[in-house]
């Protein structure tokens, strides 16, 4: 009995070995990054399928070769056996995910965050915010978010140095204490965001979303330069395939020192177009009707002498056309980089030729991610207005050329809180001096995600 007890021991041990070399070898291609040939090597021993450890390792190479069925059949066999395997279970997850069966892959992910720490909790997170995203298609979501800040600028009334205006008649000065002569402060933000989906056919969804910010200086000769905007916009969204397309309205108010100062009525078209997982394109086509209103203002920044602002003679429509590319790089700080062409065309409405203008002007922006928690982000802008009448008698038209750079960092605190900083350096030159300035600012904001 006991040589036939041994035997049986034997067997055992032998068959062990036996389909434990399988899963060496795809455990070997794996780690080598050659998951095609690993799920190769895994069909090539069939016999070895309901094997815990080489279900483990099989699944793992069918979903990263593209054949997510078969890895999740052999993952979901592997944790009937081992239920408490958190790596199985991330897997299994990421299949249903790539499945599309987004219900099943929430309930898994969900299940792992709540003991998720470290990585592993930040790749968690990002299939869950991946899903929330994936099922706008499908299902009607909504975000939020509310941000606070603080920070300085250098130019808060993008003005210039006293003295002679250059470009202009002698006797056209800047005088010390003037409202249009440069001045800096410190100031403080505040912003909210609301945005939704609503799907209504397949493909088809209804969009909405609004946006608040304010911004108040410190020093109470600046307060004439406050401001606050309120934003709505809403609109339908079509999906066929590879191409996206929007049609929507979008309207802003932006008041300056408590007073409303501009309004903006805005037809949006869009089209977007995935080529692969790494490039997209998109079109866009605007027209505003920009509507200012005169408000009371200073010629002094003692604030002795009120003046109307007259801002109503601008009054235009602004029509505009963007193009742009965004190519994703294969790289372990998934770089962003997005490129961008615009053309437009303002006309003044209240038959002021000289505010009328031409636009066009570039953006290129690229975005990394060197840590999980970390994002970081840098852009240069360019753009330029030739305005198509003379500025006055004897005073040729203007001609600006703005160029900016901005740099942003953002770091995780957890889910749903993120600190922020921001940099930006402006430079406009223009042949009207009124018009060159240079300005920096620097910010740092706390902005909370409502998920």
């Not at 003037?178 to 088809?204: K, M, W």
């Not at 709505?232 to 996206?244: C, T, V």
């Not at 408000?295 to 056309?321: E, P, Y």
Request: charged share 20%; aromatic share 12%; net charge neutral.
């Amino acid at each position: 009995m006991a040589k036939k007890i041994g035997a049986i021991a034997l067997l055992c041990l032998a068959w062990t070995l036996v389909a434990a070399a399988p899963a060496d070898d795809v455990k070997a291609l794996l780690e080598q990054g050659k998951d095609k040939e690993a799920y190769e090597a895994g069909k090539a021993t069939p016999d070895a399928l309901g094997t815990p450890l080489f279900d483990f390792y099989f699944g793992i190479a069918a979903l990263n070769a593209g054949v997510p069925g078969e890895g999740v059949l052999a993952l979901e066999r592997y944790l009937l056996q081992f239920p408490d395997n958190r790596s199985a279970q991330f897997q299994l997850a990421r299949g249903y995910f790539i499945l599309g069966e987004d219900q099943r892959a929430r309930e898994e992910f969900a299940g792992l965050s709540a003991a998720a720490t470290g990585s592993e909790l930040e790749n968690v997170n990002q299939f869950l915010d991946a899903i929330r995203a994936r099922e706008s298609r499908y299902k009607p979501t909504s975000s939020a978010f509310f941000e606070i800040g603080r920070g300085y600028d250098s130019n808060i009334n993008s003005g210039i140095r006293s003295g002679q205006v250059a470009g202009l008649p002698l006797g056209f000065l800047v005088l010390p204490g003037q409202s249009s002569e440069r001045q800096s402060d410190s100031f403080r933000t505040v912003s909210a965001g609301l945005q939704g989906v609503y799907p209504v056919a397949p493909g088809v969804a209804l969009y909405a979303g609004g946006l608040f910010t304010a911004r108040s200086h410190f020093k109470h000769t600046s307060d004439v330069f406050d401001q606050h905007m309120l934003a709505l916009q809403g609109g339908i969204s079509l999906l066929e395939g590879r191409n996206l397309y929007r049609l929507g309205v979008d309207v802003a108010s932006l008041s300056v020192d408590n007073q409303q100062y501009l309004s903006l009525r805005t037809l949006v078209g869009e089209w977007q177009y995935q080529s692969d997982q790494y490039n997209r394109f998109s079109l866009s086509a605007q027209h505003s009707r920009q509507t200012y209103h005169n408000i009371n203002t200073f010629l002094d920044i003692d604030k002795t002498f009120q003046v109307n602002s007259g801002a109503d003679i601008r009054n235009s429509g602004l029509a505009s056309l963007t193009g742009a590319w965004t190519r994703t790089l294969t790289h372990p700080w998934n770089p962003v980089f997005t490129t961008s062409l615009n053309v437009g065309s303002e006309r003044n409405r209240r038959e002021r030729p000289d505010l009328s203008r031409e636009i066009w002007g570039a953006r290129l922006t690229v975005v990394i991610q060197p840590q999980p928690k970390w994002t970081v982000g840098s852009g240069l802008s360019y753009q330029e207005s030739r305005y198509i009448s003379d500025f006055a008698t004897a005073i040729p038209p203007r001609r600006d050329q703005f160029y900016a750079l901005d740099l942003s960092a953002a770091y995780a605190l957890d889910r749903n809180w993120s600190l922020r900083g921001e940099y930006q350096h402006v430079n406009q030159n223009a042949n009207i001096g009124f018009y060159s300035y240079t300005r920096e600012s620097f910010a740092l904001k706390l902005r909370y995600d409502f998920k």
